[in-house]
């Protein structure tokens, strides 16, 4: 079955400090993944996404994932973390079994804290 | 350009009540979500359109929900007969996805937050 597991509830991390966010799946086939950040009263925005090719994947507001198929981990990475990065992280993966199109699978969510 | 938008932004009802959400995608994108966010569940796939077309409604929870899209535009998510466990925040999102696709990012709304009474 395809699913996503985000096996920490919340991140605590100081300003200037690197952050990971953890994220594993399983999947039959390619992996398609997905990060998406929620600020409070707002939907989801796209972070990155992983779909082929290089393991590290560059995306928004300075965030990274690094893909390790050995490992079926997808975890966020940010060098230097802001207080303003302080939200609700989902590591998603695609649920390819219904065809050609994106119905995601979400993991449970990571709520990240940026202390000054 | 505009971003995908829902109404109401908040909608409290009774139980019992019928309640529509609505959905407006971006312009041009094809394909649309409707996912739903409550406490217990995490984020749960709803339901998908391609245009007008509904091939997966394989996370409708009941036979009370149920959704439409017209001119491959606007999107209606219908609960009748409200209960207690459908209040959540329901979220829709839209991307560029053809057939042949399947990995383009989606672009989610604000959301509704339905509390049933």
């Known amino acids: 079955a395809q699913s996503v597991a985000q096996p920490e509830d919340q991140v605590n991390v100081a300003e200037g400090n690197p952050l990971t966010v953890k994220c594993t799946y399983s999947v039959s086939g390619n992996p398609y993944l997905f990060w998406y950040v929620q600020y409070p009263n707002r939907g989801l925005q796209f972070l990155l996404k992983y779909i082929t090719g290089d393991n590290l994947v560059k995306g928004s507001y300075g965030f990274e994932a690094e893909f390790n198929k050995s490992q079926t981990s997808f975890h966020l990475k940010k060098p230097s973390a802001l207080v303003s990065d302080s939200a609700l992280y989902f590591c998603a993966v695609r649920d390819g079994r219904g065809g050609g199109y994106n119905k995601l699978i979400f993991g449970a969510g990571t709520r990240l804290a940026v202390h000054p | 350009g505009a971003g995908v938008s829902q109404s109401p932004s908040n909608k409290v009802t009774e139980k019992g009540k019928d309640v529509e959400l609505r959905c407006d995608p971006i312009?041009?994108?094809?394909?649309l979500y409707w996912y739903r966010q409550s406490l217990g569940q995490g984020l749960e796939f709803l339901i998908y359109?391609?245009?007008?077309?509904?091939?997966?409604k394989s996370g409708l929870p009941s036979d009370r929900f149920s959704a439409e899209r017209t001119g491959g535009s606007v999107s209606t998510l219908t609960i009748q007969r409200t209960q207690q466990e459908d209040s959540a925040v329901y979220l829709c999102a839209s991307s560029l996805e053809g057939l042949a696709g399947g990995y383009n990012e989606q672009f989610f709304g604000p959301g509704t937050r339905l509390t049933v009474l």
């Open positions: 312009s041009g994108h094809t394909a």
């Open positions: 359109f391609q245009g007008n077309s509904a091939p997966d």
